[in-house]
């Protein structure tokens, strides 16, 4: 497929894959400049909180897992495959908070 020019990588990429795909992911961390910082802090000064796994940044959670930090270019549409999306079903507002925050950050 053909994409005109005043399209947005993000647009592209949110027909095509899920927002948690990590190639997706992996594209919209680059893209954004605040975890690009993080990562550039990182480089200079290690911190066990985060971790870069396949170029995908991580933050541990207290429970010891680590789950990618989310850029601001997919909140919106993770919150909405989490809340709204037919297939996920709808548990509430706690519910779908506590699900999303297992999953990524």
């Not at 985060?50 to 940044?57: G, R």
């Not at 991580?58 to 997919?74: A, E, F, T």
Request: include cysteine; charge should be positive; charged fraction near 25%.
């Amino acid at each position: 497929t053909t994409t005109s020019s005043n399209t947005s990588s993000t647009s592209f990429y949110s027909k095509q894959l899920s927002p948690l795909d990590p190639s997706r992911l992996k594209h919209e961390q680059h893209s954004d400049p605040d975890i690009q910082f993080i990562v550039r802090k990182l480089n200079n000064k290690p911190n066990m909180n985060y971790l870069i796994k396949n170029e995908i940044l991580n933050i541990q959670l207290r429970n010891g897992k680590y789950v990618p930090i989310i850029p601001n270019s997919l909140r919106n549409e993770i919150l909405h495959s989490f809340h709204d999306h037919p297939t996920a079903g709808h548990f509430g507002r706690d519910k779908t908070w506590n699900r999303l925050k297992d999953r990524c950050s």
